[in-house]
């Protein structure tokens, strides 16, 4: 029996202090972003707009280390495996009870999965994307006692603890689904969780002003000790300059995804301070593998040779960010340096005429409205491409879809070319990887596999990479998953970008944290 205790000490000291400090009666933390949320139940969000607002909500059995992708034990206290890694138990944290005031127990626990793990179950409501992506191996889940749930795989799957620490993996109150009963027509409960939610995390939901603010309150009893803030605000503004205006006037205190264009503006400014770390992203080109041409890999690749990455760095990234080549990042375990296609317009042609095409074609690429920190300026991304691909003779017509429409969308897979990217959830290769290219995430209305890829080969070397416990032998099956992809051109990634958020000076304990979403807990002002 193989068994782990971490210490809390670390966090939990650095929590409590936060939360032991005084802030200024009725002090309120505005947080300015890019977009509304979609919704706020944890299992069924997969945007980042959503998730920076249910990861303050929400508390998971597991958790990051502040500021870091270390995991640390929290609404768990410990846990043992067995050694052929199939069963997991934990010990629960006692005395933690729901925003509702229900007790925190195993039954809790159990909830939280078998909602997402079971279509009949009366609080399986809406796409559980992420449950799909990261728990298919999860056979049954048990109440042991009160405080203890045990857990058991089918198979071996070795990212299991970290996705435990996935927005996905938090743990929800079953009295707050089950307070509004059950609506005989569909057999689901009446509670709509995904707009009034309940958990047990440093910040209680207050009100949700659609396209305007949502508002959370600091929890007074969390088991970390309650944050410095008395409020924390999320204000959606569209506009990157328009949220750097807002910083600068006072009315709100930090904001994400900035405009590279105005860093040297804000680091300038004196009542501001820019912070950043390397981010662990990719913002790529999907091609929709389901529709035509784009199921001949010849105009997958013609593409990729006509997209100039150095261009649109410079262009839409002002410069800040480097070419990305596979769709696992560098600074993830796992990535592999592959030499990348240079621009060559003749080999686009010519692979073009191979596949039928001598002319050209026309199309559609779809873009959201979001800035994310993977493509702060998504229109001027789409701009360069639309130039890119008009020289190989692909007209290209583009489509800015609001965000909240843009994300379904894409999963049901309606775009014929779409941009998109995706931030680290946990640090393991299988989160970018199986996520975003293996079949079993192709699904039509869930897809996370926006290019709709399905290839046998990758499927088998991703499946024996979650199996393996070997390190080296994983690498190397994520290293041929990395070169097929690479030759074969569902995706063109197209740039990895730095982690940017601009702060008003005086504001103390912000972090970015490589993995996971935004977590406000020790927030508080100077």
Request: some cysteine; hydrophobic content about 40%.
């Amino acid at each position: 029996m193989k068994r782990w205790f971490t210490a809390l000490a670390l966090g939990l000291a650095t929590l409590a202090a936060c939360g032991d400090t005084a802030p200024p009666k009725g002090s309120v933390f505005v947080w300015g972003k890019s977009s509304d949320a979609s919704r706020l139940d944890p299992a069924t969000v997969t945007d980042g707009e959503s998730v920076m607002v249910t990861t303050n909500i929400f508390d998971n059995l597991v958790a990051f280390g502040p500021g870091s992708a270390k995991l640390i034990p929290w609404l768990a206290t410990e846990w043992s495996t067995s050694d052929d890694g199939l069963i997991w138990t934990f010990t629960l944290r006692a005395e933690v009870t729901f925003h509702d005031g229900s007790p925190f127990d195993a039954e809790a626990v159990v909830f939280s999965f078998e909602r997402q793990k079971d279509p009949n179950h009366p609080a399986h409501v809406g796409d559980f994307a992420y449950y799909a992506d990261n728990f298919k191996s999860l056979q049954t889940i048990e109440a042991i006692d009160a405080h203890t749930v045990r857990f058991t795989l089918s198979r071996p799957y070795q990212p299991f603890l970290s996705a435990l620490a996935l927005f996905s993996a938090a743990i929800v109150s079953p009295a707050a689904w089950k307070s509004e009963g059950i609506d005989e027509s569909t057999g689901r409960y009446r509670y709509d969780f995904s707009e009034r939610p309940v958990g047990t995390g440093p910040f209680v939901f207050q009100k949700w002003e659609k396209d305007a603010r949502i508002v959370l309150t600091a929890n007074p009893d969390h088991f970390a000790g309650k944050p410095a803030i008395e409020r924390l605000v999320f204000k959606p503004i569209e506009k990157a300059q328009a949220r750097l205006q807002e910083l600068i006037a006072g009315s709100i205190h930090g904001m994400d995804n900035p405009d590279p264009a105005d860093l040297e503006r804000a680091e300038a400014h004196g009542d501001l301070r820019v912070v950043r770390q390397p981010g662990i992203n990719t913002g790529y080109l999907a091609m929709n593998t389901m529709k035509k041409p784009f199921d001949d890999v010849r105009v997958r690749q013609a593409i990729a040779y006509a997209i100039d990455k150095a261009r649109i760095i410079e262009a839409a990234y002002e410069g800040r960010a480097v070419p990305a080549v596979t769709m696992c990042p560098v600074g993830m375990p796992g990535h592999v340096d592959i030499e990348d296609r240079k621009p060559d317009l003749d080999r686009a042609r010519a692979l073009l005429a191979e596949a039928g095409h001598p002319d050209g074609f026309a199309t559609k690429l779809s873009y959201g409205t979001a800035q994310r920190t993977y493509m702060p300026n998504p229109p001027n991304v789409a701009i360069q491409i639309q130039a890119d691909l008009a020289r190989i003779g692909i007209e290209v017509e583009l489509e800015k879809v609001e965000w909240s429409a843009y994300i379904p969308a894409t999963k049901r897979g309606d775009h014929e070319m779409c941009l998109l990217g995706w931030m680290a959830d946990i640090l393991d290769p299988d989160n970018f990887l199986y996520v975003l290219l293996d079949k079993e995430n192709a699904r039509p209305g869930s897809a996370n596999n926006v290019s709709f890829y399905r290839d046998e080969q990758v499927h088998e070397w991703l499946m024996a990479a979650q199996r393996s416990g070997d390190e080296a032998e994983r690498a190397d099956l994520y290293a041929k998953v990395q070169r097929r992809v690479f030759e074969q051109c569902p995706v063109v990634p197209i740039a990895q970008a730095p982690d940017v958020r601009i702060l008003r000076r005086g504001i103390a304990g912000y972090r970015i944290y490589p993995v996971g979403g935004e977590y406000f807990r020790e927030v508080r002002f100077e």
